[in-house]
């Protein structure tokens, strides 16, 4: 009970009271914010040692204060607050007067007319709290500059907190992140010297705890746990380019002017930055060239032209390090220098968090686990080997709603063989909108473009997200990756609706990957009988025959055969995406996207239960290997070479389990889902032949048979 309420006091206390702290004042002179001891005497080694990023830095604030305007910055005239901190820095650690001076010059050019910029939100404004901090001695920062600039910073956050509903900031993650981080900055700043600036901690703190735009969005440290995982939520570019900086700066002010630890006061976001490293680098292509398509948001070629990926990594080895997970910060720094991620973007923060001498360890060379689990975002990833030829791929259960950006997924996933994949998703900025045109083996739900059908995604104001809610992770032999996809609520008609666009009661989906072979199976109901269709996308134009699909890898040197088993009968059609998507802007679907798809029309019911197998081999493989289907009272399976996997034919967990196969192969891993958990006696051919433990969080039997059969009875007992 003691236990209940200490837990119930920590959350409540964060979530009841939208003002700062008192305890958390800013205390001490300036300054106080960012430029500890530790930092300075980084940067001043990196200046020492004239490393690479000193001379990106030191060429960045030299531009800016020389009379050749040709090298300025494109944006100078227009954002001139977006250079004042890196002024300011440089001369914080070089003592010449003329940085500080253009600091200053550059500050006072700073308008809060918000009209003029696209998303004043993404403007670097906080930057004016860090200048006001580091220059608050210096000769040239006169008292009526300082008055001046006071003023200025709080007609930004008055008209930032005023308009949070009108502008960017209402919706968009990062611009809630980076409108709070100002809030925060100049209130760190102006403790002291204005009592305005309570009010300014006080509207950073809405922001952290309870966020600016409640109705479907969180609060600023709840999209933190939203992408606790690492595979952000709002998509790979969000997180490097903007996000990232209101998180970080979010840490680092609360930490140095505030004394806030997030480390020690919210433990729970402490992972957050190791997780992004690890997450990275398990999403990274094998040939190390890209990062796996997911989000939808950009390129996902985002290691070779999304330089702000550079900026992200060196700021996440970081604070990876002070949350003391050393092993991430040096997996961080290994994976920059041996993946090429783009040139440099932001001279000013990638200098900030030099770490001189820094540990490095090979991503590629660090045993870590081929099949690894990501919770929040949910995402299953699995590969069988480091290697630039290695099997892998993604399942994805995003478990996320962040505001606009609401990411509620089916069950995508993407293969790879070989150099390419056999089957992906496509990017696509406004999923929702159009419908989940990225996801494989999609099951539609109603989207209409050009009054056609097409694949869809959930509903914009749907209940729920969907998320992973059983796993498993077996990293040794068998090499296997389990996931079952929890969507109920990715629907929202509720039952009363008049003809509802889609009548969905809940939405299962288990998927299993063993090597060269995947399992999908499908579990939809729905309150009464509507019609479903069922799609796999294709990277080249597939070949259908019977209820077989066949397609080529990208490259045309990999094969992936997708065959329907239940229901039985289905005949799968060719469609051409280049045709349905012609009203859809290249911006939000790239063309290069738009490749092929193989339909299934399923008879209209209320019930459907979908099971797909999906073998991949080199080009030249002709057929696949036989499979067999399991279908007895109360299963549904499938065994393919050596691989037996059984599932509950409607959605329950069970006491026991038997079925029976036949023409079963030495060494057959045998995996059955959908079981309590306990301890569990098998039998085979009615001999007792051994104990499995089954677990509550992935609730799945997993053992083998070592020998072959004409005819294999098995059954699982609990104990």
């Given at each position: 009970?003691?236990?209940?309420?200490?837990?119930?006091?920590?959350?409540?206390?964060?979530?009841l009271f939208a003002a700062f702290p008192s305890a958390y004042y800013p205390a001490g002179a300036h300054p106080r914010l960012w430029l500890t001891p530790e930092r300075t005497k980084a940067m001043k080694a990196e200046m020492r040692n004239d490393?690479?990023?000193?001379?990106?830095?030191?060429?960045?604030?030299?531009?800016l204060i020389d009379s050749d305007p040709d090298n300025d910055p494109w944006d100078l005239k227009q954002s001139p607050q977006n250079y004042t901190a890196p002024l300011a820095l440089m001369y914080r650690l070089t003592g010449r007067t003329r940085y500080a001076q253009r600091a200053l010059e550059l500050m006072e050019k700073i308008s809060t007319d918000l009209?003029?910029?696209?998303?004043?939100?993404?403007?670097?404004f906080y930057f004016m709290g860090l200048v006001y901090d580091w220059l608050y001695d210096y000769a040239g920062m006169t008292e009526e500059r300082k008055a001046r600039f006071r003023q200025t910073m709080k007609t930004l956050s008055r008209k930032f907190w005023r308009g949070w509903d009108l502008t960017a900031s209402g919706t968009d993650s990062d611009a809630n992140l980076l409108t709070g981080n100002l809030h925060l900055t100049f209130g760190a700043a102006l403790y002291g010297d204005d009592p305005v600036a309570v009010t300014m901690l006080d509207r950073a703190w809405k922001g952290w705890v309870r966020g600016y735009f409640v109705d479907h969005g969180t609060s600023n440290r709840g999209m933190i746990l939203a992408g606790l995982g690492g595979a952000y939520f709002t998509g790979m570019a969000y997180f490097p380019s903007t996000d990232i900086i209101g998180i970080s700066g979010y840490e680092l002010t609360l930490r140095t002017a505030c004394g806030y630890d997030i480390n020690t006061k919210e433990p729970r976001l402490k992972p957050f930055w190791g997780n992004f490293i690890r997450s990275l680098i398990a999403l990274t292509e094998p040939t190390r060239k890209r990062v796996a398509?997911?989000?939808?948001?950009?390129?996902?070629?985002?290691?070779?032209?999304?330089?702000?990926?550079?900026?992200?990594?060196?700021?996440?080895?970081?604070f990876a390090e002070q949350a003391r997970d050393r092993q991430a910060a040096a997996l961080g720094t290994g994976y920059a220098r041996r993946v090429n991620i783009g040139d440099y973007n932001d001279p000013f923060l990638e200098f900030f968090y030099v770490r001189p001498g820094a540990a490095s360890r090979s991503p590629y060379r660090a045993h870590l686990p081929p099949v690894r689990f990501a919770r929040s975002p949910d995402f299953l990833l699995f590969r069988d080997g480091w290697g630039r030829r290695a099997r892998w791929g993604v399942f994805r259960g995003d478990g996320s709603v962040p505001l606009d950006q609401q990411a509620m997924d089916q069950g995508h996933f993407s293969l790879w063989r070989g150099e390419s994949y056999l089957t992906k998703g496509a990017r696509n900025y406004e999923a929702l909108t159009h419908g989940d045109f990225f996801n494989t083996l999609s099951i539609e739900n109603g989207c209409r473009v050009n009054g056609v059908d097409c694949s869809g995604t959930a509903i914009f104001d749907s209940q729920k997200a969907a998320k992973i809610t059983r796993h498993r992770e077996e990293n040794g032999t068998p090499l296997l990756a389990y996931a079952m996809l929890d969507a109920d609520g990715q629907w929202n008609d509720p039952p009363t609706v008049t003809d509802p666009v889609v009548n969905v009661k809940t939405y299962r989906r288990h998927f299993v990957w063993m090597g060269d072979y995947v399992v999908v199976f499908d579990r939809l109901r729905a309150y009464k009988p509507i019609?479903?269709?069922?799609?796999?996308?294709?990277?080249?134009?597939?070949?259908?025959?019977?209820?077989?699909?066949?397609?080529?890898?990208?490259?045309?040197?990999?094969?992936l055969i997708q065959r329907t088993l239940e229901p039985e009968g289905m005949t799968p059609v060719k469609v051409n995406e280049k045709e349905l998507w012609k009203s859809i802007p290249d911006w939000v679907v790239n063309r290069s996207e738009r490749h092929w798809q193989s339909v299934i029309d399923l008879p209209i019911s209320d019930r459907f239960n979908?099971?797909?197998?999906?073998?991949?081999?080199?080009?030249t493989m002709e057929s696949p290997d036989p499979t067999e289907t399991i279908k007895s009272p109360g299963n549904i399976g499938v065994r393919i070479g050596k691989l037996a996997v059984c599932f509950a034919d409607r959605e329950r967990l069970r006491r026991q389990v038997s079925y029976t196969l036949h023409d079963v192969p030495k060494g057959t891993w045998h995996l059955i889902a959908d079981l309590r958990a306990g301890t569990y006696r098998y039998f085979v051919n009615g001999k007792k032949t051994g104990e499995v433990r089954v677990k509550a969080h992935d609730n799945t039997a997993l053992f083998r048979t070592k020998s072959s059969a004409k005819r294999m009875r098995i059954r699982l007992k609990r104990l």
């Open positions: 009970m003691k236990k209940i309420l200490t837990g119930w006091i920590l959350t409540g206390w964060i979530s490393g690479a990023r000193w001379q990106a830095f030191r060429e960045l604030c030299d531009a009209s003029r910029y696209g998303d004043p939100d993404h403007q670097s398509d997911y989000g939808s948001w950009q390129d996902p070629n985002i290691l070779a032209r999304q330089p702000w990926l550079r900026r992200a990594l060196i700021i996440a080895t970081w019609r479903v269709r069922y799609r796999l996308r294709a990277l080249t134009e597939p070949t259908i025959d019977e209820n077989s699909v066949t397609q080529l890898s990208g490259d045309g040197k990999e094969k979908l099971l797909n197998v999906l073998q991949s081999g080199p080009a």
